[in-house]
């Protein structure tokens, strides 16, 4: 964990910022869910199968009421909690959410991925059709540029958890004989869950994986529903214009995902990295004890793509500077700086001033290192003539004005 300080804060607000005026245009409301939830939240919708069950990567407790509780170790499944809780689907046919918080897991502390990073992501929930997946998509698309991001969009079908039942005993039947090639964490997910081996960065795996049987290819046999509802939204993306490539590999590390699973990749933090992820979840509100709701959504690690935006060179954005810095000089100029300061900032003026009584030389050297575009000082003679010298401090040029002229002139 870290701390995100004051000369980095900047460029996290513009990200924040930016992810919200997106979701605004789309139509999408902002939530806010707790710290913590029931472990059975996630317990239940990750799937004891998932990578955050399996390697215990969740922070979990138990309280004073002898219950266990769990810090957001994800963005869906408290959002999805909420939904069933306030009864969205009473309200509307189609609930539009985001949100942006903090995820907490314990895990191998990586690039981008600290154990207790963030996230901006959306639910659409209520909405089955293709249609729906493009929105989610379009967004997506959206705000990495508009972060200057560049990235392609990977694409699969999980087919639904029916389907892709008979889909992991065939690839089981395949990887089994293959078992003493594989990583050690692929010989466990064998057992647990062989579709996140498609996930392993190993090269032995990949070896392996060369000739395995494809899930699109089974779905187009035995899942005609799921087939149906990929291709017609791969029609409406190339009706977009909106390029995509088919990824055979791409699974997602929750057991709930159903049907359309995409990733954004990006290759600026040298090997190919995902900024973005997520997918469709048609069965997981009813986990969560509500009716039967088609749901789909992403998640994105800020992290990354602050990291990605360094490497791609994108503008950062810098912490405003000051416009003014009062100097005072004397105790008479100091008592009235508040009320100066307060006129300025009431105009909506970005101003300071000393606090400790420095010489006038080291209040000027702090008005350089805040970067303010003017230097107002005030002292005994200034006071007499309810005045105040103004100083351009790029140009050096300094004039004494009447101090409600000044105020205005800077607002």
Same mark, same amino acid.
């Given at each position: ?14 990200? %924040? ?34 990578? !955050? ?11 004073? $009421? ?27 046919? !189609? ?54 991001? %560049? ?101 997602? #590390? ?30 997981? !509100? ?59 900032? $009431? ?9 400790? #009584? ?54």
């Amino acid at each position: 964990m870290y701390d995100v300080l004051p000369d980095q804060v900047a460029e996290w607000r513009f990200i %924040e910022e930016t992810f919200r005026a997106i979701c605004a245009r789309y139509n999408y409301g902002e939530i806010r869910t707790p710290l913590f939830e029931r472990t059975e939240v996630f317990a239940r919708t990750a799937g004891e199968a998932s990578d !955050v069950m399996v390697t215990k990567q969740m922070y979990s407790f138990v309280a004073l $009421d002898e219950k266990s509780y769990t810090l957001r170790a994800e963005g869906t499944a408290p959002v999805v909690r909420s939904f069933v809780e306030h009864s969205f689907h009473k309200q509307a046919p !189609v609930t539009k959410l985001f949100y942006i918080c903090p995820v907490f897991r314990y895990e191998r502390v990586q690039a981008g991925r600290t154990r207790q990073h963030h996230q901006c992501g959306i639910e659409l929930l209520g909405a089955s059709a293709p249609e729906a997946d493009a929105e989610v998509l379009c967004l997506a698309r959206d705000f990495l540029q508009a972060l200057g991001v %560049e990235s392609t969009l990977h694409l699969n079908s999980l087919g639904t958890s029916e389907s892709r039942a008979g889909y992991i005993q065939k690839l089981k039947e395949f990887l089994e004989p293959h078992r003493e090639e594989l990583s050690d964490d692929s010989k466990q997910r064998l057992d647990l869950n062989p579709l996140r081996i498609f996930d392993s960065k190993d090269e032995r795996d990949k070896g392996v994986l060369q000739n395995a049987p494809r899930l699109l290819e089974y779905l187009e046999a035995e899942d005609a529903e799921s087939t149906e509802h990929f291709q017609r939204l791969l029609k409406i993306l190339d009706a977009l214009e909106i390029a995509y490539e088919i990824d055979h590999n791409l699974v997602r #590390g929750f057991d709930y995902y159903s049907r359309t699973a995409f990733e954004f990749v990006s290759d600026q933090l040298g090997a190919q990295s995902t900024v973005l992820g997520g997918g469709r979840y048609d069965g997981l !509100v009813e986990k969560l004890g509500g009716p039967s709701t088609p749901g789909i959504g992403f998640g994105c690690g800020i992290e990354r793509l602050l990291l990605v935006r360094e490497a791609s060179e994108v503008a950062a954005q810098s912490t405003p500077s000051l416009t003014a810095f009062l100097v005072t000089l004397g105790d008479e100029a100091r008592e009235a700086a508040p009320k100066i300061l307060r006129q300025l900032r $009431d105009g909506g003026v970005m101003c300071d001033c000393d606090f400790v #009584g420095r010489s006038m030389r080291a209040q000027m050297r702090e008005a350089n290192r805040q970067n303010a575009r003017f230097a107002l000082i005030l002292g005994e003679s200034e006071l007499a003539q309810n005045s105040i010298a103004v100083k351009n401090m790029e140009s050096g040029e300094q004039e004494v004005l009447p101090l409600a002229d000044a105020i205005a002139k800077l607002i």
